[in-house]
């Protein structure tokens, strides 16, 4: 088959299971935003989409989501179109739909079967809202907020023939009757890179800490540190652990949030995530402690492959 997936960042969650498709066959084609640098990846043929215009300044907060959306939506269209003209038509199309990108290509090829990514299902009660009541929403209008955000989502499950979705779980925020249309693909871990290496070495503070597997290693990686994804409740753990495991070192990966969160709100007044609990715990962390803490940003794969094979916890 001629199968095309629809990624705004490319490849995605879509890493183990587009190789998989070309190994068994089929001609594999990508349409994307990133720019990978190059045509083709792992057999995956490359091709781009660009935006040329961006959200209205000053735009409802309430539709800004769908709009961001309906942008990405007709820049992929138009490069759909182009492709069309070349003579491309694919069998089938497996888009994460997150991003709006794959709501007008049944326009371009209605004949295509379509199948998305069901990654989440946005709900105002009892997933990811209101769970940390030390952050409370503080705007009465969120719950409507959030349900607007589904519009992507409801539009695309009267499109698509099928989903995928990478656990149970995720699978069950969908309603019926899409739910049933779900089935259930995990990402896929590649275990001939993913394995125990009781040879692994890591060096820190420019070789002058050499890490092994014979060392107490606690890690916590986020791609942001924020308190959606337990920052604050890491951190302070951290005076206790440290004074009940003393020759511990913690190793924290993630990106200060500066450029602002991955999920949540900003800090009032300013500052980061980072920062402000690295500052609330301070009064019970001496400068011996500190010099156990080591701060990292993003990594490469290879070296977070190595964090995996390193961490005692």
């Given at each position: 088959m001629k199968i095309l997936f629809i990624h705004q960042n490319f490849p995605?969650?879509?890493?183990?299971?587009?190789?998989?498709?070309?190994?068994?066959?089929h001609a594999v084609r990508t349409l994307t935003m990133r720019d990978i640098g190059k045509k083709s990846w792992l057999g995956v043929t490359i091709d781009r989409y660009t935006l040329n215009k961006f959200s209205t300044k000053g735009i409802d907060p309430w539709v800004s989501d769908f709009e961001s959306k309906a942008i990405r939506a007709e820049a992929c269209f138009r490069a759909a179109l182009e492709l069309m003209k070349q003579g491309y038509e694919p069998d089938l199309i497996i888009a994460h739909h997150g991003w709006g990108e794959s709501l007008f290509l049944k326009e371009v090829w209605p004949k295509a079967r379509l199948g998305i990514y069901c990654e989440f299902f946005y709900k105002t009660h009892g997933l990811d809202v209101g769970f940390d009541p030390e952050f409370p929403e503080m705007d009465e209008g969120y719950g409507c907020k959030l349900t607007l955000k589904n519009v992507n989502n409801l539009l695309h499950m009267q499109l698509a023939?099928?989903?995928i979705s990478p656990t149970n779980w995720q699978a069950s925020t969908f309603p019926e009757p899409f739910r049933s249309k779900i089935t259930i693909v995990h990402d896929g871990i590649d275990t001939d890179v993913l394995v125990p290496d009781p040879e692994v070495s890591l060096t820190l503070n420019n070789g002058k800490i050499k890490l092994t597997r014979q060392d107490e290693i606690i890690t916590f990686a986020n791609r942001n540190l924020e308190p959606y994804r337990g920052y604050h409740i890491f951190m302070r753990a951290l005076p206790e652990i440290l004074k009940r495991r003393p020759n511990a070192r913690v190793l924290i990966v993630g990106g200060d949030g500066k450029d602002g969160p991955s999920y949540g709100a900003v800090p009032d007044g300013g500052g980061s995530w980072k920062e402000i609990f690295k500052s609330e715990i301070s009064s019970g962390m001496t400068?011996?402690?500190?010099?156990r803490v080591h701060y990292s940003s993003k990594i490469p794969y290879q070296t977070f492959t190595k964090l995996l094979q390193l961490s005692t916890v």
């Open positions: 995605g969650q879509f890493k183990s299971l587009a190789p998989a498709l070309v190994e068994a066959g023939d099928a989903g400068e011996a402690d500190w010099a």
